[in-house]
């Protein structure tokens, strides 16, 4: 039986991309009784039935498996943000990154909109969250500049753009992957709010990779959080880890911590320390109010 790559979801009805050609498949009974649901991004056996209609018959281990959007076995999530219409915004842009470090993606950041941006501005991002460890592309999707560096971080992996409304992401997929044709502005706004679109996934071609078509993340709090998780989603604290006086530091209020140390030197950015002190604060109240 061949296998392919689920690349849309409808309700119950599936895309699956094998071999250059596109298979509508609807999933085994026996899927229902058993639990099982088919996500977009799932590779499958399909049986083939009629000329382009088939049959799904087994979904392969996931490696990965995204809620929101519920896309399968994805490798990545490229945040998008700018510092200009929305305005600066590193609070939710690292709610963004512990989200996507939690699911075990690789993480790369895309700055949107350097047309509005000074030199100075964009460098001083760049350096900010390298710093962090994280890769930055500057883009301008109005004036296309660096989409191929964009295209070329997406090829071969599947990918979800996360980021807050209006930065850019979709005029950023349109250019990535010409006739995707995907609303964008006020536009997309009211589309969202009326209908919930979010159990139509679909992943969009591009290099021999794909990327979803639905913004990853669109619910941000971190509920579900473990405190002691939180520091280990902070890329730059990995080299402080076990430095601590004691043992299950949470590098909040403890002495002889080496990641507040690392602050006060300046080796790590304390905005960035404060974001995760807010993150666990939020944590540590969402836990209280689990029992
Ligand atoms: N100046 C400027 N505006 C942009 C750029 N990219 C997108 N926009 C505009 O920003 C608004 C929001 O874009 P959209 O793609 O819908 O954002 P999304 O909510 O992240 O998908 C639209 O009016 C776009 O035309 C850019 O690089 N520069
Ligand atoms: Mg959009
Ligand atoms: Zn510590």
Redesign the pocket.
């Known amino acids: 039986m061949p296998t392919g790559r689920v690349i849309a979801s409808h309700s119950n009805l599936y895309e699956v991309q094998a071999e250059g050609a596109v298979y509508r498949c609807r999933p085994r009974g026996r899927f229902k009784l058993e639990g099982a649901r088919v996500l977009a991004g799932d590779l499958v056996t399909f049986r083939e039935t009629d000329a382009g209609e088939g049959y799904i018959e087994a979904i392969e281990p996931r490696r990965t498996e995204l809620k929101r959007p519920p896309v399968a076995n994805v490798d990545q999530a490229v945040v ?1 943000f700018t510092l200009r ?1 929305p305005a600066r915004n590193y609070p939710l842009v690292d709610r963004f990154l512990v989200l996507a470090e939690s699911q075990g993606l690789a993480v790369t950041l895309c700055l ?5 941006l000074s030199e100075e501005e964009v460098a001083e991002a760049v350096r900010h969250y390298g710093r962090a460890g994280y890769a930055v592309i500057p ?5 296309s500049m660096n989409i191929d560096v964009l295209r070329q971080a997406l090829a071969g992996k599947v990918t979800v753009l996360a ?10 997929l349109n250019q990535v992957v010409p006739g995707a044709e995907l609303v ?3 536009l ?2 009211k589309v969202q709010r009326g209908i919930h679109t979010t159990r139509h996934v679909r992943l969009l071609a591009t290099g021999g990779g794909l990327v979803a078509d639905t ?1 990853g993340f669109t619910h941000v709090e971190l509920d579900d959080m473990p405190l002691r998780d939180l520091a280990g989603y902070f890329p730059e604290f990995h080299k402080y880890e076990g430095k601590c006086r004691f043992a299950g530091c949470l590098h909040d209020q403890e002495p002889d911590c080496a990641v507040k140390e690392a602050v006060a030197a300046g080796a790590i950015d304390p905005e960035r320390h404060q974001h995760y002190l807010d993150f666990l604060a939020e944590a540590r109240e969402a836990e209280k109010h689990r029992f």
């Open positions: 998008v219409q949107n909109k350097c047309d509005l883009t301008s999707a109005k004036r980021g807050q409304s209006g930065v850019g992401k979709s005029t950023l964008t502005g006020e997309s706004r913004p």
